[in-house]
């Protein structure tokens, strides 16, 4: 599946140093919060991830009912710029690494 | 998506609760623009600063839009404020911020689930508290407009 690059314009820090990179995805976590609406949240979906309103909705109600979603998984870079896109969305957005089997 | 602008028109009554509210905490700057802590445990060490500055400018830059956008004289006399497209996911993105503000720093005493449905019992909360939650579901009224602004075609 293809999504759409991150869509809000910003500043990026630099990385300052390389890590080795495991071949095993990162992922991208979404947890639940009590404020954001969840017609927002599916907004938001839809723009930084370029889901469907079908798949949105389903990753919105997700994280209602389960607490979480994955909303992404593949390689490092990626996951963190989702995940900080995310984050200036006001969303409670993480990557974690999909071995760590939580 | 839509490319008009968009009109609001708040009663005058609570304009006034709402600049005094959401405008001191909207030009909050640096850390305290930050309306919560973003995750970064997964984060290298390195560049844990870097990525919260980021986060911290991205949400002080809306949050100063939406102050621009409301400390009009136009607002304060008739309640009418109005803005372009360019303007609409800045000012999604301040008003979930400034939800999140006052949820943490004003709005402890009250259950989730009461904010969630209304369900409020209004005499029982202090005046400031009042007007927290005034504000708090103002700014999910105007999410929601804007959102069925730039979605129309958005499920309910």
Known sequence: ?102 | MENKRLELKLPVPVVGPLLEFLLPLARETGDAALAFEPSLDAIEEDFRADWRADIANQSQDDQTRFAAIFDTEEFRRDGTAEFGPEDCEPMLRAASALRLKLRTRKLGAIADSALETGEIDFARLNKEERIAVTSYMLLASLQEIIIRHLDPSGEE
């Open chain 1, 1 to 102: 599946m293809s999504v759409a690059a991150p869509k809000t314009k910003r500043k990026t820090a630099t990385r300052k140093k390389t890590v080795p990179q495991p071949t095993s995805p990162w992922l991208v976590v979404v947890h639940n919060d009590p404020v954001n609406l969840m017609s927002y949240v599916v907004l938001v979906f839809k723009k930084v991830l370029g889901f469907t309103e079908a798949k949105a909705r389903k990753h919105m109600l997700e994280v209602h009912r389960k607490g979480r979603t994955v909303v992404w998984s593949g390689e490092r870079e990626r996951a963190e710029a989702y995940a900080q896109t995310l984050q200036t969305w006001q969303l409670s957005a993480r990557i974690e690494h999909s071995s760590d089997g939580k």
